[in-house]
């Protein structure tokens, strides 16, 4: 049976995104460990969201209005890219 490794990789990103969304999914229903249902540091559990759509937006975005497969050939480039962008932007 030949996997390619980029499939590999997709398939065990997915997985890891999907658990950690359920992860989330949990905080926001049964609310954080602090008072009233808040975080440690009192902030809402639903701010985690906020940047996390703030990256995948724009990523799905260019990928879906690409013309080209240089997206396909080259996704995790792609990924790490918008990584860093975004890395960037919510440090400062």
């Known amino acids: 049976m030949h996997i390619s490794l980029k499939y590999v990789v997709l398939l065990v990103s997915a997985v890891m995104c999907i658990s950690q969304i359920g992860n989330y999914f949990v905080e926001v229903v049964t609310g954080g460990v602090g008072k009233n249902g808040s975080t440690v540091a009192d902030t809402s559990v ?3 969201l906020i940047p996390l759509l ?12 690409s013309l ?8 995790t480039l792609f990924a790490l890219c918008f990584g860093a962008v975004s890395a960037k932007a919510t440090v400062r």
């Open 68 to 75: 080209t497969a240089v997206y396909d050939n080259h996704i």
């Open 46 to 48: 639903l701010s985690p």
């Open 54 to 65: 703030m990256m995948v937006t724009p990523f799905w975005m260019v990928y879906s209005k």
